[in-house]
């Protein structure tokens, strides 16, 4: 059929995202953020915020024209769109790059010692004189090849988890933050400050990047807003609220009910919120008829609907 045929249905799908559509921001842990995308001349006027992600608020106007499926990288001031191929958890090549503190940037390593010079006193340098005098009587014991670097197995069986492989401390982060420090370039300093990264396997590498990522440099996807998506997160956010509908019992539901195009439907769903009322609109396509069945003076499907981004003929069927 083509798609130009009526002038009142558009392509429900759109690849890309439009001024007023409504989206999810999806994360690495699973979490769901529902956003609208508003113009800038727009959100000055609106009541609401457009998108808020760790009770933080971001403008939404650069994201309209991305396609979906962009990641997006979280800093304190917007939302940073990421180049096409990128993933919500970076790979060990993307973050850890700079395994060094020398390849590190200048500003991230002038902050570090900075830091370390700040913190350090008498007492923590008889310390390390004592333990450097401690190893060097140990390597006079040692063949000469231990005076090139030891090769450990890719495996944890030398790790011993005393929270001592990681030369950063929290002062250090602190300082890397009140900088205004990219995450990405935070999540390489703790890998190149970590003694223990090079030997990890690369399950642990990946597990290790994610926990740093999601705490320094969080990713969202923007997902488009379909009815398994929009169950989906709000069976996350609250199962209660929807009935504990899961996205499976609704696609059973509308199949089972056989609904299509031109057919006349009778709907009361006040207890999922309006998710099969909005599904049946998008799945006739505006041809037929939907009569929602409420309680009360105002139906309850009004806000999902409206978050469902259907065109001007699926909105009057």
């Known amino acids: 059929m083509d798609p130009n045929a009526s002038p009142l249905i558009n392509d429900p799908l759109p690849p890309l995202v439009r001024e007023n559509d409504h989206f999810l921001l999806l994360f690495a ?176 590498q990946a597990k290790y990047i994610s926990k740093k990522q999601q705490k320094h440099m969080p990713r969202c996807r923007i997902v488009r807003m379909t009815p398994s998506a929009l169950c989906r997160a709000m069976f996350l956010k609250d199962a209660r609220k929807i009935s504990n509908l899961r996205e499976d019992t609704l696609g059973w539901i509308m199949s089972a009910a056989n609904v299509h195009a031109g057919q006349r439907v009778l709907v009361m769903d006040g207890a999922v919120q309006g998710l099969v009322v909005a599904s049946c609109a998008r799945k006739m396509g505006g041809y037929g008829k939907i009569a929602g069945v409420f309680e009360g003076q105002q139906p309850s499907y009004l806000d999902v609907v409206a978050r469902m981004n259907l065109s001007l003929g699926e909105r009057y069927v």
């Open 29 to 204: 842990d699973n979490r769901h953020v529902f956003a609208q995308a508003i113009p800038k001349w727009q959100s000055s006027k609106m009541k609401n915020n457009p998108c808020k992600v760790n009770k933080r608020t971001y403008s939404t106007h650069h994201l309209i024209g991305l396609p979906y499926g962009t990641v997006l990288e979280v800093t304190k001031e917007r939302l940073v769109p990421l180049e096409e191929g990128a993933d919500l958890v970076p790979s060990v090549e993307e973050v850890g790059g700079l395994l060094s503190l020398e390849k590190t940037s200048d500003a991230v390593a002038a902050t570090i010692d900075a830091t370390r010079e700040g913190a350090n006193d008498g007492s923590k340098h008889n310390k390390d004189e004592t333990n450097t005098n401690t190893l060097h009587s140990d390597n006079d014991n040692d063949n000469d090849n231990h005076n090139h670097k030891p090769v450990f197995s890719t495996d944890n069986r030398h790790f011993t988890d005393d929270n001592t492989s990681q030369s950063l401390t929290l002062t250090h982060i602190t300082h890397l933050q009140r900088a205004q420090t990219p995450g990405r370039e935070i999540v390489a300093a703790l890998i190149s400050n970590s003694s223990t990264f090079r030997s990890k396997t690369a399950f642990s």
